[in-house]
Structures are given as C-alpha cells and as structure tokens.
C-alpha cells in the first residue's frame, strides 16, 4: 500500500504532539513533512519562562531534536515560512519557493504576540515574548540595558518581568486594570499577588494606558494617557495573542477569530485540519497547551482511522510559573447571572480561597497562596458535581491540612483517565502503563517516556506518588542522594543547611539556588530528612515531603487499598491483643489476615477511609511498617523457653523497640536478637543484629535482607544489655547524620569504610556525643503517628476521607 503524505504546518507545540500522537498510533501510515518558521527543532514553549528565570537552558527546552526527526523518517523544512496554500491542487509554497505537496494536511501555525499599535512600538527594543528568538533578545539586552517596562499584567508578563528581574533588570509592570491577572483573579487574590511579587522585586504601575512608546530609533521610556513618563530601555509586550491565521486566509478558508474546525478538527477545506492556538472550536480559541493536546488526540484518531469521541471543547485553569506565588485559576470566576460565591481568607498564611458557585455545582476557583485543594475543587468543577450535601465550612476547610493535602491529592485513588500532567496532557493511565510496561523507576524515566512533568514542573509530586505506587522501595533514587534539581551533592547541602542554619526546604531551595525551587519527588524527602536530622526541634517535619504511605501512615497495596500494621514489641503480643485484632478485622471484613516477615499481624485490603477508626478500635501503636524509620525487633524466644538460649532476646528485643520507635532514618531499619548462635530471628541479616552468647551478646551491624542480600559484620561483644541498647542509638544516629536519603546500612557502611565506623562507635566519648544527639531528636517528637490522627478530626477529614466521583 502506497503512504499518504502528510504535512504539517508549523512545528510548535500543538503540531508536533498530534504527530507523535500519530506514530503511536500508526508509524507505517504516512509519509510526513513538518514546515517549521522558527530556526529550532521543536521545543517547549512555556519553558521559555524558565529560561529567563534562570532556571533552564535552551537546550534543556528542545523536545525533539534533529535526530528524532531523522529517526521517525520525517522531513523538515526548517526556517521557511509556508507562503501559499493551494486546497485545490493540495500544494504548499514556503517562502524560499519549495513546493510540497500533500494528501492531508494540518495547520498548527499557533499564535503571534499582539503589539499595541501605538507611536513608537516598531522601535528597537521593543519586544514580544514568544519564542527562542524573543527570549535571547531579551537576554542579550538585560546583559547591557538596565531598565525594562512590560506592558501587560497577566500569566506571560509577570512571568516575563520576573525573568528580567532575575536577569538583574529594574523591571517595571504596566497594566491598564485595577488588580493583575484580572480575567483569572478576583480582586483580592489580585492584590496578594502583586504584595508577593513586590517582595520579589517587581514593580508595578497599574491604571495606566501606555499611549506612546518614547524614542528614535531605539526605545527610551513610555508616556501614559495620563501624561507621566516612565523610562525604558526595553518594552516587552504581553497585551495577548492573535492567533496566526494569514495561510488560512490566503487558502480561503474559513476563518473567525481562529481558523474555524468542526469537532473533528477538520477545517472547511476537507482533509484540511487545524489545531493548537491557531484553531477555533465553537467559538472558543484556546491559549494553553492542555486543550491543544486534546485537539491532537481526536486528530489522531481522526487521521489513523481510529474511533473517536468528538472534541467537545476543554475546561481550562491557570498557574502561574513563579517561584513563591502559588495561585491557581479556573472556570467562571465572576458573579453574574445567578453565580454566587463563599471565600476564606487566611491573615496567617496569606492564603486566599474563593469557590463560584451556581445551582449547586462549582463553576469557578480562585485560590492563592494554598493550592492544596487544587485537584479538589477542580474535579468537582471538571465533573459537574452536585454540591448540595457539602456545607461551606467542608467546601472551604481553613489551612491546607499538617499532612500537606487532601484525599483529592492522593492520586492513586484517581480515575485512570484523569490528567497528571496538564501541561503535557498526560493521564495518570498512561503514566501506569509506562512505568509498568517500560520498567521506569524514576521520575525522569517516566518524563522520558511519556513527557508528563517535563514542563513546569507540578506534577512530579504526583509522578513520584505513582512510581511508589507500583515500585515501592524499588523507586530509583540518585547515587548521591540527590536530583536534577541542583549540582549540589547531598554532603554540600548538609553542609550548607548547618551553616546557613537553615529550616524549612523553601529556605534550602531559595538559598541553595536550586534549578527548581519546588524541588522533585528524590530532592522533597530528602531534604526534609536532613533538616529533621539537622534540625530536630526548629524543623517542623514536612508531611507534605514525604511519599504517600509515609503521609498516610499505612502502605497502599496494589489495587489502591491499605495495610495496618500494630505493633507487637519484639514479637510479643497477648491473648487481648490478639482479640482486639480479630474484632477488628472481623468487624471490617478484612480480607486477609497475615503475620509478616517481621513477626506481626498484618491486616490487609482496608480502604483508606476505614484507617482512622480502626487504629481507634485497636488501640495499638503503630509499627511504622512503611516508614524509612526504625521498624521492628525480631526475636527469637530466648532463654525463656527455649533450651539453648543463654540470653532473654525478648527482653531485650522490647527494650531496643520501645527506645528506638518512631525515629526516621534514612532507610528501614531493621533490628534482631536472637539468644544464641542458631540466630533464629535470623539477626545476622538485620541493619543490627544481636546474637546472645555465653558471657554477654555479639552485636552485628549492616545485615540486610531484601533484594541485596548481605551478611552483617561483627562489630563488637559486649556484657551487658545496656551496652547493647547504647551501641545501637549510636549507630542509629551515626547513620542518620551521615546516611544519604534511601541509603541502606550495608551500602553506607561500604561507603563509610567498616573500620571507620567501628573506631566511631566503640570510643565511649562519641558514643556518648551520639546518644545525646539521637536524645534531642527523639525528644517531643515521638509520637504514635496513629494516635495522632485519631485525635485530629481534621486530618481525618482532609487526609482520609475519600471524594468519589
Ligand atoms: C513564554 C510562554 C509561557 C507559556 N506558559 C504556558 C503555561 O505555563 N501553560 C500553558 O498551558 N501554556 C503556556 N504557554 C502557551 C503555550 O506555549 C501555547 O499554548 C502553545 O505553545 C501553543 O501551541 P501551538 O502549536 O498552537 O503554537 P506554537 O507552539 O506557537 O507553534 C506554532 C508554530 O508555527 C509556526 N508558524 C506560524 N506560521 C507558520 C507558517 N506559515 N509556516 C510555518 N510555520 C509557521 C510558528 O513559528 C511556531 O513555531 C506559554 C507561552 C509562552 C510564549
Ligand atoms: S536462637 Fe537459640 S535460643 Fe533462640 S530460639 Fe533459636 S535456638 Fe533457641
């Protein structure tokens, strides 16, 4: 069968993706041609923002460069605007006189930034902010020019004003209306924005209509309508965007504000489609990448004879890409036409939320500051849902809850088609298929593969949450404990978070100038550990930091339920708790029940919503069974009962247990003692290890089960149990001040060098520096993480209660 040829107008964002939808859809079906204007490779758009912030390389933004084209056979036309378009004899002229030809065609010819037409803006130094090109020129002047005004309070320009900023321009924003980003933003949240990006350097001059741009030939200053000057050595224009529509035009085609497409995407002209920026879909043209690539998955379809559920439109929301000012918009935001509103407003942590409601349902969002509640309030949105059972007070819960997030935030309990990665149009089905189809076991894998998180950056949180959903401890973490995010190696970081005193991960994200200053699912625990670590009693723990069975307090389980897991100290447990276990689980209808590897009972399939009132009904504490923390004590039963037992393993198996719980470590730590060298608690495979011998207990260190097995070491033999149990904090915070995060003992004792820590933990003055290190730690923040949420309602609510729909 002969290929039919394909070309593609214009190689932007909305364009390339529907081609690649394409291929992967049907690889053999066309011979396709891409014309691109630019002179680059495809690339990300929204990046450019990143770019000027410092916080990308223009590299870093190419999508697809020149091999791939190369690899998936497609010719491109580079730098070579298409001129003509000729829908009868299905012919397209580019600028340089290339004549090519074609069975189908797409145009993606997106948008051009609208310059005010005012005296003076053809003037040098007057820009958009559009593409590479643009973002270089600005580069290049911020390098010799001080001054910059931007004309244009919305998403770009403020983006475009703090990339100047941090370029080291006097950067101010002009803007015609009363509060910024006003067609996203109420008034309100307008103005707590801008306080924000005061505080971040910018200026603004709002009210003010820009009537001429100063200058001769190169741009000087801009005078307002009012007759105040400001002065300028270069203009960024973000007034909007029109979308590109001349080949359209010229071609005869039907043409509005966009290029006019049915729900197939198809123009008037058959086999003649538009999508992206360029494109209008029942009067609507969309200025965001999400609905773009919805419009290239029906395209696809469309073009690979695929069923297809027709485009029926997208809903859109807004989030801004700078650093500490955290809004997000979405929907009907103004009350008109029977939309009424309920807003909160928190002084404390200047956080501002307002749900538009109207017959029962949400129709617009405004939240600043907190967007915890995001993925909450806009599922109920997104999914039109009947509001009526919800008072305000649940609509609107004050604060975003000590555990960072709501149960909308779990998104392992989302619905497979849901999207992750708005930016990129990744559903979290997709990202599931990939980690499980492709083996992924890092976020950067998962970006690799299927681009979710390779944009602004959002979402890795949730990429993270589910690599750890389908991997567990499997989740690949760098070699040096630390990410992409920064050059900075794990020990220089906690050099600098002892130095710089530093507290809270912001701080070590701002001051430590990471690359991305939200950080990413390897860099958020990790951080968070070295300040518990560093910090015990001024760092608040970050729940927010930490993967989802640590904020949940119960490892989720491979169809979305939990495990709870009660502590039985040492292995012990008694015929009432074992009764309890049994009431609970019958009254639950648990559906399995199993003791563990690590002699305890485990009860599992609980759905989430469940957990607070069992751990109520157990009245247990919890036995951290999916925490990098201390987690149980093996032991054998000892000279008890059994004939061969020189020493009480029990005993002392209790003790190490209620001494150590509930201290984080690096990674699980496991501890055993058995009562003599049979070792049938098997401790010579545990992070410590005792075996009792005649005349006192041989203690082994860097044992570890698992998927590397290795043997632990012989550290010392000691006489007493109190030795034993001192040996062991030691080691513990040993470990914890130098382990990198996910490090088990047996690499960090290769790392370390044995006889290193040997030396450290066998001289009684370290010892003893240790333990007082480990008491500190301990102290006040040993708490059953179960207990509290049974006394929180409130974390009840925002953690485990479950938002169906
Ligand atoms: C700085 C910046 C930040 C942004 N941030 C966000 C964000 O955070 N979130 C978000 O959702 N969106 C954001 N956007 C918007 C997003 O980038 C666009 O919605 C998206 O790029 C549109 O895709 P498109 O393919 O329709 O157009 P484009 O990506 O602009 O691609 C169109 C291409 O067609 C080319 N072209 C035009 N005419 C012709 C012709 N005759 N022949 C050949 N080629 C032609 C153009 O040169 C261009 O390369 C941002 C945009 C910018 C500029
Ligand atoms: S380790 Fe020794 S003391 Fe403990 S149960 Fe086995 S044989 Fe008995």
Redesign the pocket.
């Known amino acids: 069968m002969t290929r039919e040829k394909l070309l593609l107008i214009g190689n932007g964002m909305a364009g390339v993706r529907t081609i690649e939808e394409i291929l992967d859809r049907d690889a053999e079906r066309y011979d396709i041609t891409i014309i691109g204007e630019e002179n680059y490779t495809n690339y990300n758009r929204i990046m450019l923002s990143n770019v000027l912030q410092n916080k990308n390389t223009i590299e870093e933004i190419i999508t697809n460069p020149a091999s791939w084209y190369a690899e998936q056979k497609i010719e491109l036309v580079h730098h070579d605007p298409a001129v003509s378009l000729n829908t009868g004899a299905r012919k397209v002229r580019t600028q340089s006189g290339k004549e090519i030809g074609f069975d189908k065609c797409i145009l993606a010819t997106g948008s051009r930034s609208f310059i005010l037409p005012v005296e003076g803006s053809s003037l040098e130094g007057v820009l958009g902010f559009r593409t590479i090109d643009d973002t270089l020129s600005m580069l290049e002047t911020a390098k010799s020019y001080r001054k910059a005004a931007v004309i244009g309070g919305g998403l770009l320009g403020l983006e475009a004003a703090k990339g100047l900023v941090d370029q080291g321009m006097d950067v101010t924003v002009v803007h015609l209306e009363k509060w910024l980003m006003e067609t996203q933003l109420n008034e309100m949240a307008g103005k707590l924005l801008k306080a924000d990006l005061e505080q971040q350097g910018l200026k603004f001059l709002m009210e003010k209509k820009t009537s001429r741009i100063l200058g001769d030939t190169r741009v000087t200053g801009l005078e307002f309508s009012d007759g105040s000057i400001l002065e300028a050595d270069m203009v960024i224009m973000t007034v909007g965007i029109r979308p590109e529509t001349a080949l359209a035009r010229q071609a005869g085609l039907a043409v509005n504000r966009g290029i006019v497409v049915n729900d197939w995407m198809e123009t008037s002209a058959q086999g003649i489609y538009a999508v992206g920026e360029c494109a209008e879909h029942q009067g609507k043209v969309y200025g965001l990448v999400a609905p773009l690539f919805e419009q290239g998955k029906v395209l696809a379809d469309v073009l690979t004879g695929r069923e297809t559920a027709p485009y029926g439109g997208s809903t859109t929301y807004t989030s801004l890409k700078v650093s500490g000012c955290d809004l997000f918009s979405a929907g009907e935001i103004k009350e008109v036409g029977g939309v009424k509103s309920i807003e909160a407003y928190d002084g404390l942590t200047n956080s501002y939320k307002k749900l538009f409601i109207k017959d029962n349902q949400v129709v617009g969002i405004v939240l600043y500051g907190d967007t915890s509640e995001e993925n909450r309030y806009f599922k109920l949105l997104k999914q039109k849902q009947d509001i009526s059972a919800l008072t305000s007070v649940s609509l609107l819960p004050a604060g975003g809850g000590c555990c960072g997030g709501s149960a909308a935030d779990d998104v392992t309990q989302w619905a497979d088609d849901e999207t992750i990665c708005g930016c990129n149009g990744v559903t979290k089905g997709t990202i599931l298929q990939a980690i499980r189809g492709k083996d992924l076991k890092s976020v950067a894998e998962v970006t690799k593969a299927t681009k979710a998180g390779g944009s602004c950056g959002k979402c890795k949180g949730m990429i993270g949450d589910l690599l750890t959903y389908v991997l567990g401890d499997r989740v690949a973490t760098a070699p040096t404990g630390i990410c992409g995010c920064t050059d900075l190696s794990r020990d220089e970081i906690v050099l600098q978070i002892h130095e710089k005193g530093l507290t809270t991960t912001d701080e070590v994200y701002e001051q430590l100038g990471f690359r991305n200053r939200e950080g990413c699912p390897k860099c958020r625990p990790a951080i968070n550990f070295y300040l518990n670590v560093a910090f015990p009693k001024e760092h608040g723990d970050e729940p927010a930091s930490r993967f989802v069975n640590e904020r949940l307090h119960a490892n989720i389980q491979n169809n979305g339920t939990f495990s709870v897991i009660p502590r039985m100290r040492g292995g012990q447990t008694t015929p009432q708790q074992l009764m309890q276990i049994a009431r609970v689980a019958e009254k639950y209808e648990v559906p399995l029940v199993k003791v563990t590897g690590s002699q305890r009972i485990g009860l599992y399939g609980v759905k989430k919503e469940d957990l607070p009132n069992m751990w109520e009904e157990l009245d247990m504490t919890s036995a951290s069974a999916y925490a990098k923390a201390v987690r149980s004590v093996k032991t ?4 008890a009962f ?5 020493q009480d ?1 029990m005993g002392l198996g209790i003790k190490l247990e209620e001494r150590y719980e509930f201290i984080d470590t690096p990674h699980k730590f496991k501890m055993g003692v ?8 098997e401790t010579g495979v545990k992070d410590f290890g005792v075996i ?1 011998v005649e005349n006192g207990f041989q203690i082994y260190i860097g044992g570890n089960g698992g998927t590397e097995v290795q043997e632990g070491q012989l550290l010392t033999t000691v006489e007493t149990e109190q030795e034993v149990i001192d040996i062991c904090g030691a080691f513990l915070q040993y470990y914890r001040e130098t382990g990198i995060y996910a490090e088990r003992t047996a690499p960090w004792l290769k790392r370390m060098g044995f006889d290193h820590v040997k030396k450290i933990l066998l001289s009684a003055e370290q010892r003893a520096e240790l333990l007082k290190r480990l008491d500190e730690a301990v102290e006040g923040k040993r708490r059953n993480p179960w207990q509290q949420v049974v006394e929180d309602p409130k974390l009840q609510k925002d953690l485990y209660a479950v938002v169906r729909g």
């Not at 059994?642 to 020189?646: E, I, L, P, Q, S």
């Not at 058995?674 to 608690?681: L, V």
């Open positions: 054998c039963v000892g000279a059994c004939r061969f037992g020189t393993s058995s009562a003599c060298p049979r070792s049938c608690a009792g």
